[in-house]
């Protein structure tokens, strides 16, 4: 019999099952156009709505837009529904390191391979703030090329988390892994605690088994409070002398990542894997790639759908994940075309003696002539395509007071584009065109 398949916004295929958890599903998917695999993670937001997940879930997608590194499974995009959130994500193949280890022991070098690149990429989420807070075997992934992929950030944690104490509070974690700090209630470092879970990762994969482990929990959490454990016979010198410096119950002299980059032992065969910053992702600069090799007329940047409909939308308002500056962004949609869209702008601007600068096809910046509060006001809009017959437009303040942008909003450019306007953000009913209501999504 045929598998049952299922188009998401003709874009990807969906295919089979990958597996499912309590909140989710996730499935194999193929990208339409590329005829790329990818894995597609499916929530249903009434269940996570009523199970109290939102945060939890918004904290993932925001975690996984930020860390974007060779040993960190990608985030693709989020799209949605009125019903459910679906996450695309790269499809890694090879299945759970877990499994590996599940079958013995593994050989010292290739230990040693995957412990750098674990290391490689926890180092690269604590430079952007974040601790994963459940690291083990069963959360490294492995693809076709045998290199390791972190995933599941459902429980990491960004630094407005932090107390007032500069400290994480929340138990999380899987006992077996977790740091003897977090276990105390007395607040902890996310970024240290993770270091003890690379400890107990690196012990798992030369031996077997768990440093700490017996069948009644209490006794297994003292061994950890007093980081009880024996390293096999195995063992040796060089990497046992690094997991006594990783399983340090004080996580002040527990060892530092840069310390660790320092240890010989780590070197040996180290091949540092490139890292990419927020502001340099690989699709811009695949798409200056090709815009470099394929002149052609210019189109609007595509508006991620599910960045459209959480914006637009009161239910489920994510946009706050995006970029920083959506807080201080007015938003509408429109029917009209991008051309005509950048028309009517710069005409506004021109209109209320705002100078007017074109930074690239679709975006412009538009700088007040008079000093305010804060010197000169500079605004920058872009249109994004969402579909032919949709687009957004952005405004954002690049510089200048926030109030005299506010007036700006409200005074000077929503009376002035409300006949290309379909939908504020935030507005029930939008400003439409012949008093007509704005279609349903």
């Not at 990497?239 to 399983?247: A, D, E, G, H, M």
């Amino acid at each position: 019999m045929e598998e049952e398949r299922h188009v998401l916004f003709g874009k990807y295929e969906m295919g089979r099952l990958l597996g499912k958890g309590t909140f989710a599903k996730v499935y194999y998917g193929k990208h339409i156009v590329s005829g790329e695999s990818v894995a597609i993670k499916v929530v249903n937001k009434d269940q996570v709505k009523r199970e109290g997940m939102m945060e939890q879930i918004q904290r993932e997608i925001s975690v996984m837009r930020l860390v974007r590194h060779p040993n960190i499974v990608e985030l693709k995009e989020v799209m949605a529904t009125k019903t459910k959130i679906f996450f695309v994500m790269e499809y890694v193949k090879g299945g759970e390191l877990f499994a590996k280890v599940a079958r013995g022991k593994l050989k010292e070098d290739l230990a040693r391979k995957y412990f750098q690149q674990l290391i490689s990429a926890i180092d690269f989420c604590h430079s952007r703030g974040v601790s994963h807070r459940d690291l083990k075997p069963e959360n490294l992934l492995l693809d076709e090329n045998e290199d390791l992929k972190i995933s599941d950030f459902g429980l990491s944690a960004l630094p407005e988390q932090l107390r007032n104490d500069g400290l994480l509070h929340t138990q999380c974690g899987t006992p077996s892994y977790v740091a003897p700090e977090v276990l105390r209630k007395k607040g902890y470092d996310g970024s240290k605690a993770d270091i003890w879970s690379c400890g107990v990762i690196l012990y798992v994969l030369l031996a077997g088994f768990l440093p700490f482990q017996d069948e009644n929990l209490m006794k297994m959490y003292r061994k950890i409070f007093k980081a009880q454990f024996e390293c096999p016979p195995w063992f040796s010198a060089e990497p046992k002398r690094l997991i006594s410096k990783l399983l340090v119950t004080d996580p002040g002299r527990r060892i530092t990542i840069q310390a660790i980059m320092r240890v010989p032992w780590f070197r040996k065969g180290l091949t540092r894997p490139l890292t990419l910053s927020i502001d340099q992702e690989p699709e811009k600069e695949k798409e200056k790639q090709e815009e470099d090799n394929n002149p052609k007329l210019p189109s609007p940047k595509f508006f991620n759908a599910f960045e459209f409909i959480s914006s637009m939308s009161s239910g489920f308002d994510l946009s706050s994940l995006f970029e920083s500056k959506r807080k201080t962004a007015s938003m509408f949609t429109s029917k009209c075309s991008a051309s005509a869209i950048m028309d009517k702008i710069e005409g506004v601007a021109k209109g209320i003696n705002f100078k007017v600068a074109k930074v690239k096809d679709f975006k412009v910046k538009l700088q007040g002539r008079s000093e305010g509060r804060k010197g000169r006001l500079s605004v920058t809009a872009e249109v994004f395509e969402v579909a032919p017959e949709v687009a957004i437009v952005e405004f954002s303040k690049s510089s200048g007071d926030t109030l005299e942008y506010a007036k700006f909003c409200e005074e000077d450019v929503r009376p002035a584009l409300k006949d290309i306007v379909w939908t504020w953000q935030g507005d029930n009913i939008g400003n439409c065109r012949n008093g007509e209501e704005p279609e349903s999504n």
